[in-house]
């Protein structure tokens, strides 16, 4: 199943004696062609020639094929909350990273005197907060990033 269906945004007319949308209609079926759809788990461990572009449904990334190995082309990003009157929650991830070398960002909905990551491993990591969250409401959103 194709990951994202590109659609033609070009209107029909002629540059250089070719005829621009059938153009970029192969071009869109070839991506289409191309491209998979399924759960990160699934995902080959190495792209095969015949398969650029991989679309995880379940963690919502997307990954290229470049010289044999997969690039993702976007952050993966989830949500945790911080339970009544803790100060950290620890974040499991649905499938390993490669590495323990990325950095997270975090959105935290309240005052929380600062905040910081620990335990980064291939299957999740720790957020930490200064202040506990009153209420129960220690909902936060979190962005992992590699370079």
């Not at 991830?93 to 600062?114: F, K, Q, R």
């Not at 409401?137 to 590699?146: E, P, Y």
């Amino acid at each position: 199943m194709p990951a994202h269906r590109l659609t033609r945004r070009f209107t029909s007319g002629e540059v250089n004696g070719m005829h621009v949308c059938r153009e970029f209609d192969y071009i869109i079926r070839i991506m289409n062609m191309l491209s998979t759809v399924d759960t990160l788990a699934r995902r080959p461990a190495t792209p095969d020639v015949d398969h650029i572009q991989f679309y995880a449904s379940d963690t919502k990334q997307s990954f290229i094929g470049v010289a044999g190995a997969w690039q993702s082309l976007e952050p993966r990003r989830g949500t945790a909350t911080i339970a009544n009157s803790a100060t950290s929650v620890a974040v499991t991830l649905g499938t390993d990273e490669p590495d323990a070398n990325y950095g997270v960002y975090v959105s935290l909905g309240y005052d929380n005197g600062g905040c910081w990551i620990t335990s980064e491993a291939v299957g999740g990591f720790t957020i930490n907060v200064k202040t506990a969250a009153a209420g129960g409401n220690g909902g936060c959103r979190w962005m992992l990033v590699r370079d």
